[in-house]
């Protein structure tokens, strides 16, 4: 069994920074892409960053310039810097993984529990 467990969360103000990190433990063989999504009150949970295995990511629109995923593969870490917040970055974070295990064979998609972001204006 694998968890991924978040970490980082608060609340700021507007124009406020602050970095989410994600830990990987359990058993696995490998991990494949990752990514951070968001869901706010009443919202649709969506995408906010990805970082696939060769480091390549992908950004939102949203938050393109002001979010950072970084991404540590020898110690399955990954974080999201998120600078300039506002109050519409305001949801639960979470960051998933595709975990690969070889016997049995599973590649399945994990989710962590989610961190809470406030942003005040």
């Known amino acids: 069994q694998v968890q991924l467990v978040e970490s980082g969360g608060g609340s700021v103000q507007t124009g406020g920074s602050l970095t989410l990190s994600c830990a990987a433990s359990g058993r696995y063989d490998s991990i494949g892409d990752m990514a951070w999504y968001r869901q706010a009150p009443g919202k649709a949970r969506e995408l906010v960053a990805s970082s696939s295995t060769d480091l390549t990511t992908r950004y939102a629109a949203a938050v393109k310039g002001r979010f950072t995923i970084i991404r540590d593969n020898t110690k399955i870490l990954m974080w999201l810097q998120m600078n300039d917040l506002n109050p519409e970055d305001t949801a639960v974070y979470y960051c998933?993984?595709?975990?690969?295990?070889?016997?049995?064979?599973?590649?399945?998609?994990?989710w962590g529990q989610g961190t809470q972001v406030t942003v005040s204006s």
């Open positions: 998933t993984a595709e975990v690969t295990t070889f016997r049995p064979f599973t590649k399945i998609p994990y």
